[in-house]
């Protein structure tokens, strides 16, 4: 099947079900974190589907690497405040969970479109002796 656009595309689309999964959680988090935590986790979980798209429609595939790249830092954004926002008690470890798996997914998606497009086009890609070690997967939340 050709890809006629971003949309098609699994890892755009577990970015926006991220994105929803983060504005559900952060609806129990403490009103008076709406200018804080709240939107800092929304607008990251926001990016990361954003700027995978924005990449995907520039020209050059430098600029894709760039925009994948940024989307990548914004989902270990993510990741950082549910573990500040388990920690802080504002929602329970167990009320992550399946927000952070969907976490690891998309980033070990977003580690393999960047390692195939650090690869030269006429260069057949050799397989990565240790794999994902970028992004490791975990299937537990850190700290707390």
Request: contains cysteine; glycine residues 6%.
């Amino acid at each position: 099947m050709a890809f006629k656009t971003y949309r098609d595309l699994e890892v755009w689309q577990k970015a926006i079900e991220l994105a929803e999964s983060v504005y559900r959680l952060t609806g129990e988090f403490p009103k008076d974190e709406r200018c804080g935590l709240t939107s800092q986790i929304r607008r990251a979980a926001v990016s990361i589907a954003a700027n995978f798209a924005e990449g995907y429609g520039r020209t050059h595939r430098g600029d894709y690497l760039h925009h994948v790249s940024v989307a990548s830092g914004s989902l270990m954004e993510v990741e950082t405040h549910l573990v500040v926002a388990s920690r802080l008690m504002f929602i329970t470890r167990q009320q992550a969970l399946e927000t952070w798996r969907l976490s690891q997914q998309i980033g070990k998606m977003l580690t393999e479109i960047i390692l195939s497009l650090k690869t030269p086009e006429s260069h057949t890609p050799t397989p990565d002796p240790i794999p994902h070690t970028r992004y490791p997967i975990r299937d537990t939340i850190p700290g707390g």
